[in-house]
């Protein structure tokens, strides 16, 4: 059997203009995540990211705790991030009433998205978008097909996004789209997922696991954004 670790990137700059970077604290939970990986002794025959700053930052990271900053990674876009600004954005268009106040606490946007997330899988928004759910479905479909059709005994690393985890688990566990909003909604930052698979389909052994930063010392330090 193959094995594939699925990556979230490490915690992104929520509070800046600019999401789409890793915060100090990214930056050390990734590289946290390389020394881990490290200690166990694993070896990756393929890293693949998305092609967003912060999955090659988190990449970077790790690579860097792992000892390897030269190995060779792929990219695809395939595994990049849903643009959840737009489509918050086109939900709170069309149902204006679940627009929240600015001073809301920042658990409050979990509905919000969790709202705009089971509209889109339902059809229900009309706007144009970047990506309709089953165009997202089909970039993820594309990705675990092609991990399937060439599966031997190699190692495989990926490194993404909660959503296009998610909704690539929830592809591996046959699940109604629902279960993709459930999982996208739990994912930590560089936590881990992992799965054995071959060309027969693929089987789930662990999801959002963070052993880098489940002691006493790390443990406030476990982050969602």
Request: with cysteine.
């Amino acid at each position: 059997m193959a094995e594939l670790f699925l990556v979230r990137h490490g915690q992104a700059s929520i509070e800046s203009d600019n999401y789409d970077q890793l915060s100090s604290l990214g930056h050390q939970q990734s590289r946290w995540l390389g020394e881990y990986f490290a200690e166990r002794g694993l070896v990756f025959d393929r890293i693949i990211t998305g092609q967003m700053v912060r999955h090659r930052e988190t990449a970077e990271g790790v690579l860097a705790g792992f000892g390897k900053p030269s190995f060779a990674v792929e990219t695809t876009a395939d595994w990049d991030e849903f643009d959840f600004d737009r489509l918050i954005s086109q939900f709170l268009t069309e149902y204006p009433t679940f627009r929240l106040a600015d001073d809301v606490p920042r658990s409050a946007r979990y509905g919000l998205l969790k709202q705009a997330l089971e509209h889109w899988a339902a059809g229900k928004l009309q706007g144009e978008l970047p990506e309709s759910w089953a165009e997202f479905e089909g970039r993820l479909t594309r990705q675990l097909d092609a991990l399937q059709s060439h599966s031997s005994r190699e190692k495989v690393l990926v490194i993404s996004s909660g959503g296009a985890i998610a909704m690539a688990l929830r592809l591996i566990l046959m699940s109604p789209p629902s279960m993709m909003v459930k999982l996208n909604l739990q994912t930590r930052n560089a936590s881990l997922s992992h799965c054995y698979f071959n060309s027969s389909g693929f089987s789930l052994s662990s999801f959002n696991a963070v052993p880098h930063l489940d002691t006493s010392e790390r443990r406030e330090l476990i982050s969602y954004f």
